[in-house]
C-alpha cells in the first residue's frame, strides 16, 4: 500500500504532467514570430486613405489572434489536466478501499474463527458429499471425537444414533434441497456410545459461483434439559412415594376417556379410597410404616385396577379411582376384590397387622359428567362413610350433598356468630333431692341467629367439634359462666354452683389449664362453685393425658364431673381412676329406671359404689314424678330435668336467685313442680 502511494507522487513530479503547459507556450511563441516576420515587410493602405506601416499593424493584428488561439488552446488543456488528476485521485482511492477491504478481511476472518472456537455450540460444517470439513471444540467435547479423527468422516456414519441414520439422511438432504429445517430434535451417538439430545439448526452454504458446497449445522447439547424437564415432569404428574399418577394427571385422563364414554354403552364411576386410621399406624410404628403401608395399598389399587380403569393417589392416604364397567354388578366386584386383598395381613417388620379401607364412589352421568363435581360428589361419599361405620364402599346419593352444603353454610354462619356475639346461655337448675333446694345450675349454650332464630346445639356442636370451632366457643362459656358466677355472688347466692362442658378436643389442648388459671386470677374466682363437666368418650382417646389434665385442673380448685355416663364407653374403671367428684347418669338410663327392673338395679349399684367412691351422683333428665321417686329412694344426691325446668336466658335464672319470682310462678310452666319440704 505505501509503495504504491510513492509511485502515485512520482507521477504526478514527472515532466509528462505538465505537458499541456508547454504545449501552449511553444505555440504561442510561434505565433509571435510568424506575425513578427510578415508585417516587418510589408505596408498596406486601407482604401488610400490611410497609408500604415502594414507590418506592425499585422503585427498587431496576429498578436491578437495568437493570443485568443492559444487561449483556447489552454482552456482545452486545462480540461484534460484536470480529467488527469482526478483519474489519479481516483486510482489513489481505489488502491486505498482496496487496502481497507482487505483488512477488513482479516479481521472478519479473525472474528468468525474466534467464533468456531469458542462457541458454546456444536458448529460442524460438511461438504456436498457429507464429509466433515469443520468440527470445532464444543463439537469435540459433547461427541468425545477429536477434530482429527472427525475431518473427512461421514456425519451420519459418524454421529447417527441406533436406528436414526436413514431419518439423518432425510433431514440432510432436505437441507441440500434448500428446504429449511429448524429446531430440528436429534440424538446423536458419542465416542463413548452414550445418546446425547441436540437441538439442531442448519443452513445451506455455496461456493463463489452461488453452487450448493455443503451444510453448517448448529447444535445445542440439550441432554442435561431433557433429564431436567423428565425430572420436573415425573414431579409434577407422578406421586413419588408410590409412582402412581397424581391428581393433575388423572385429572387430564379422565377428561379424555369421559369422551370415549360418550361414544361407548360403558359406565364409569369416579370413587375415592382412604386407608382407615392411619393416624394409629403413624403413632404407634412412626411415619416410615405409615408410608409402607401407603404403597402396600397403592399396589392393591394397581393390580385390582390395572385393567378396568384409572388410578392415582391424590393425598396422604387417599387414592382416587375411576372405574370402567358394564354393570353395577361388575362394579361391585371390583370394589370387592379390593376389599378382600386390604383384608390380608399386611406384614411389617415380621409382624402382622389388619388395616381397612373406606370407599365413595359418584356415578359419570347420574351425579355429573366433568372431573370436578365427580370428585367432591365422591369425597361426600366417602365422608358418609367414614361416619356410618368405614370399612365398605358407599355411593352418593343427593341427600348426602344436601347435608354437605348445610355444613358448609353452616361454617359461614358459625363464624358470623362468633364475631357478632350470637350465643348465649341458658342456665338449667339442679335440685338437692333432699331439702329440694337448687345447688347449681348448667351453663347450657344457645344460637340465636338474627334470621333463623335458635339452631339446635345437637346440629352445630358436633360441627363446631370437627372443625375446631369448638375450642372458641368452650373459652367463651368458661369466661360468660365466670362472669354469672361473680353476678350470683353479689346478690347473696354464693353457694349455687355452675357446671360447664368441656370437649374432648379442649382437653387434649395444652393451653386450657393456663386458661382456667388465667379465668380464676381475673375474676378472684372461688373455683369450688365451678364445676367441669367431662364425657367418657372425650378421655377414653387418650386416658392418660386426660387424667394428667383432669389432675392439673383439680388442683386449680374446680370441681370434676363425669358426664352422661351410662352410655358410649362407660365403665366402672374410670370410676375409680378419673380424678372425678360428680357422677352424672345420662337420662336415656334415668327414661328406663321405671320400666326396665334390670335398669333399676344398675342404677341402684352405681350410686351404691359412687357413694362407697365418695362421689356424688346426679340423675339427668328426670321428668315424672315416679323417676323422682325411685332415684330419691335409692339415695341419689341432686336431680335434673324438665320436671323442675328448661333451660332459661340468664335474666330469669337471676330473677329466680333474687327471689323475685317462685318456680311456681313461671307463666310459661317452666319449674311448674317444685319438690315439696
Not at 316 to 341: A, K, M, P, R
Not at 386 to 408: A, I, P
Not at 643 to 649: H, R, S, T, V, Y
Not at 663 to 674: A, G, P
Amino acid at each position: 500500500m505505501n509503495q504504491t502511494n510513492e509511485n502515485i507522487q512520482d507521477i504526478k513530479k514527472s515532466s509528462s504532467y505538465k505537458i499541456p503547459w508547454i504545449k501552449a507556450g511553444r505555440v504561442i511563441g510561434l505565433y509571435f514570430l510568424a506575425g513578427f516576420l510578415v508585417t516587418s515587410f510589408s505596408n498596406i493602405v486601407l482604401e488610400g486613405r490611410y497609408p500604415i506601416q502594414t507590418g506592425w499593424g499585422l503585427l498587431i493584428l496576429a498578436i491578437l489572434f495568437f493570443v485568443a488561439v492559444s487561449c483556447r488552446h489552454l482552456k482545452r488543456y486545462n480540461e484534460m489536466a484536470a480529467r488527469i488528476q482526478e483519474g489519479y485521485d481516483l486510482l489513489e482511492q481505489k488502491i486505498s478501499h482496496n487496502d481497507y477491504l482487505m483488512q477488513k478481511l482479516k479481521t472478519d476472518n479473525d472474528y468468525l474463527s474466534t467464533i468456531i472456537r469458542e462457541a458454546p455450540v456444536m458448529i460442524i460444517a460438511y461438504d456436498i458429499d457429507n464429509k466433515i470439513v469443520e468440527f470445532n471444540p464444543r463439537a469435540q467435547l459433547v461427541t468425545g471425537y477429536s477434530r482429527d479423527e472427525a475431518l473427512g468422516e461421514d456425519i451420519v456414519d459418524l454421529l447417527s444414533a441406533e436406528g436414526m441414520k436413514e431419518n439423518s439422511k432425510k433431514v440432510i438432504s432436505k437441507i441440500k434441497e434448500n428446504k429449511i429445517v429448524k429446531n430440528n430434535e436429534a440424538p446423536i451417538k458419542k465416542k463413548n456410545g452414550k445418546i446425547a439430545e441436540v437441538l439442531w439448526n442448519n443452513e445451506l452454504y455455496r461456493d463463489e459461483k452461488g453452487i450448493a458446497a455443503g451444510v453448517i449445522s448448529i447444535g445445542l447439547d440439550t441432554t442435561e434439559r431433557k433429564e431436567m424437564e423428565k425430572r420436573l415432569h415425573r414431579l409434577a404428574y407422578y406421586d413419588n412415594l408410590t409412582g402412581m399418577s397424581n391428581i393433575t394427571l388423572f385429572k387430564e385422563r379422565v377428561e379424555l376417556v369421559a369422551k370415549e364414554i360418550e361414544r361407548t354403552d360403558k359406565k364409569a364411576s369416579l370413587i375415592i379410597l382412604d386407608i382407615d386410621d392411619i393416624k394409629h399406624i403413624n403413632d404407634t410404628l412412626g411415619h416410615q410404616a405409615g408410608d409402607q403401608l401407603i404403597r402396600h395399598i397403592g399396589e392393591i389399587v394397581k393390580s385390582c385396577i390395572k385393567k378396568t380403569g384409572l388410578y392415582a393417589r391424590i393425598s396422604g392416604d387417599s387414592f382416587v379411582c375411576l372405574l370402567l364397567y358394564n354393570d353395577e354388578e361388575e362394579l361391585l366386584s371390583i370394589t370387592e376384590g379390593i376389599f378382600s386383598q386390604v383384608r390380608k395381613p399386611w406384614v411389617y417388620m415380621e409382624q402382622e397387622y389388619f388395616v381397612t379401607v373406606s370407599m365413595g364412589g359418584a356415578g359419570y352421568d347420574t351425579d355429573g359428567k366433568d372431573y370436578t363435581t365427580l370428585l367432591r360428589k365422591a369425597d361426600i361419599a366417602l365422608t358418609w362413610c367414614k361416619e356410618s361405620g368405614k370399612n365398605r364402599y358407599v355411593s352418593y346419593e343427593k341427600m348426602m350433598g344436601d347435608k354437605t352444603l348445610r355444613f358448609m353454610e353452616l361454617g359461614r354462619e358459625m363464624r358470623k356468630a362468633i364475631k357478632k356475639g350470637e350465643f348465649e346461655l341458658y342456665y338449667q337448675p339442679k335440685i338437692n333431692i333432699k331439702d329440694s333446694e337448687m345447688t347449681g345450675a348448667e351453663a347450657l349454650i344457645r344460637w340465636k341467629h338474627p334470621l333463623k332464630g335458635f339452631i339446635s346445639p345437637g346440629e352445630f356442636i358436633p360441627f363446631a367439634e370437627e372443625t375446631g370451632y369448638i375450642k372458641s366457643i368452650e373459652r367463651w362459656v368458661l369466661e360468660e359462666a365466670c362472669k354469672q358466677k361473680k353476678l350470683i355472688e353479689k346478690i347473696g347466692a354464693g353457694n349455687i354452683q355452675i357446671s360447664v362442658n368441656m370437649s374432648g378436643i379442649s382437653l387434649a389442648e395444652p393451653e386450657t389449664v393456663s386458661y382456667l388459671e388465667y379465668l380464676v386470677n381475673k375474676y378472684n374466682l372461688e373455683t369450688c362453685d365451678i364445676v367441669i363437666e367431662i364425657t367418657e368418650t372425650a378421655v377414653i382417646k387418650d386416658l392418660d393425658h386426660a387424667i394428667d389434665t383432669l389432675k392439673r385442673v383439680k388442683s386449680l380448685g374446680f370441681i370434676i364431673a363425669l358426664d352422661d355416663f351410662g352410655t358410649g364407653f362407660s365403665s366402672l374403671t374410670h370410676l375409680q381412676k378419673l380424678p372425678i367428684d360428680i357422677v352424672k347418669v345420662d337420662r336415656t338410663f334415668i327414661m328406663q329406671i321405671c320400666e326396665d327392673k334390670e335398669t333399676e338395679i344398675i342404677f341402684e349399684s352405681v350410686v351404691k359404689l359412687c357413694h362407697k367412691l365418695g362421689l356424688t351422683v346426679v340423675a339427668e333428665g328426670v321428668e315424672t314424678r315416679q323417676q323422682l321417686e325411685l332415684v330419691k329412694h335409692y339415695s341419689c344426691d341432686i336431680a335434673q330435668g324438665y320436671l323442675f325446668g328448661k333451660p332459661i336466658p340468664r335474666e330469669e335464672f337471676m330473677d329466680i336467685l333474687q327471689g323475685a319470682i317462685s318456680l311456681n310462678e313461671k307463666e310459661d310452666n317452666f319449674f311448674s313442680f317444685c319438690i315439696n319440704k
